[in-house]
């Protein structure tokens, strides 16, 4: 009887010293867990590093490693994606390149998964990412539990086991913002935890820029919430209101109170900027729901493939795998 596959996905970018070191530790591990066959499903995000050969080299030698390399760096989300899309195992691991995510970890998520759980997060406890960077982090989820409605633990990360049921469902999300741990909070399956001490990064820097944040969490509050667009409805409906009672206080001014020269540059300087300002902030909170719709209908592939090596080829070269389902 053949052993149940297990696969591993890892998306990279520019994460060549890291290659060998990562797949020294995933070989120990999956040595260790004797009753399954392993992949190791590398995605290379358009690096420009070398990523690419050394997981080629890698795949060389060993048949269990497998390369994705995409044309351009499309991003971690859909690098991510792009791994799920592959993977063939019955249970599937992501983990990141960097060895932040300790491969360790990994039989203790399996041992929950053959107990039955069909998720199984990687929750950080001590972070080994610096202050800066947590600080980011602890906002980024203030402000998808307070705007969205998926509840998301701060600590959480794209470290996680997802049982084949879960993968399969998974990829029949073709949107294009992706936001990974709220898609995978929306679709409902329970989801256990393991508890992982976070490493420093291995080698080189992390590719999350406070920019890169922000547009993830912009991502995620879109993908998730029509919050920001209800306080526009909200203000405009309290700023009419406003609008209507002081219209009818200047009326009757107007008719009513005998004629002084009334210096009224800093009221209306006031309303003028005030309002202005509003509607500026909320044009942009629309045109931010507007391009990631313009995005959506153009309905491009979520992302083009370079080379394969060790996964059966679609023929397409174009990511469209979460799409066809
Ligand atoms: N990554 C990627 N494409 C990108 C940025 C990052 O595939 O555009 C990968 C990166 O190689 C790593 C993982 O995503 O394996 C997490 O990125 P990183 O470690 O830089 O983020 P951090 O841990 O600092 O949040
Ligand atoms: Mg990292």
Redesign the pocket.
């Known amino acids: 009887m053949s052993k149940a596959l297990i696969s591993v996905v ?6 060549r010293a890291n290659v060998a070191p990562l797949l020294a530790r995933l070989a120990s591990m999956a040595g260790g867990e004797t009753g399954y066959d392993w992949e190791f499903v590398f ?1 290379d ?1 358009g690096s420009g590093d070398g990523t690419a050969d050394a997981v080629a080299d890698a795949a060389a030698a060993d048949r269990r490693v497998k390369l994705l390399q995409f044309t351009r ?1 499309f ?2 989300q859909m ?1 991510l994606t792009a791994g799920l899309g592959e993977a063939r195992g019955r249970a599937v691991v992501s983990l ?3 060895l ?1 995510h300790p491969p360790e970890t990994v039989p203790a998520m399996l041992r929950r998964w053959e107990a039955g759980a069909k998720v199984v997060a990687g929750l950080r406890g001590a972070s080994g ?1 610096g202050a800066a ?1 947590d600080r980011a982090s602890r906002l980024f989820y203030w402000l998808i539990n307070h705007l969205t409605e998926i509840p998301i633990p701060a600590g959480a990360a ?1 470290f996680r086991l997802m049982d084949r049921e879960v993968v399969d469902a998974f990829l029949r999300m073709g949107e294009r913002a992706r936001f990974i741990r709220g898609m995978v909070s929306w679709m409902g399956f329970p989801v256990e935890t393991a508890p992982y001490a976070e490493e420093r ?1 291995a080698a080189g ?4 820029s406070l920019t890169r944040m922000l547009c993830l969490a912009a991502d995620a509050v879109t993908s998730f919430s029509a919050l920001p667009l209800r306080f526009a409805t909200v203000a405009g409906l309290a700023t009419t209101l406003i609008a209507a009672l002081y219209a009818a206080y200047v009326l009757f001014v107007f008719l009513f109170v005998p004629r002084v020269v009334i210096p009224g540059w800093a009221s209306i300087v006031l309303v003028a900027l005030f309002l202005g300002g509003i509607q500026l902030l909320f044009l942009g909170v629309i045109g931010e729901y507007l391009h990631r719709i313009y995005a959506e209908v153009k309905g491009r592939p979520l992302y083009l493939v370079k080379r394969r090596i060790g996964l059966a080829d679609d023929g397409s070269g174009a990511g469209t795998q979460a799409r066809r389902l």
């Open positions: 890892v998306p990279a970018f520019n994460e995605v995000d760096n991003g971690h690098a990141d390149a960097d932040q990412a960077k794209d990064r820097r992390s590719k999350y």
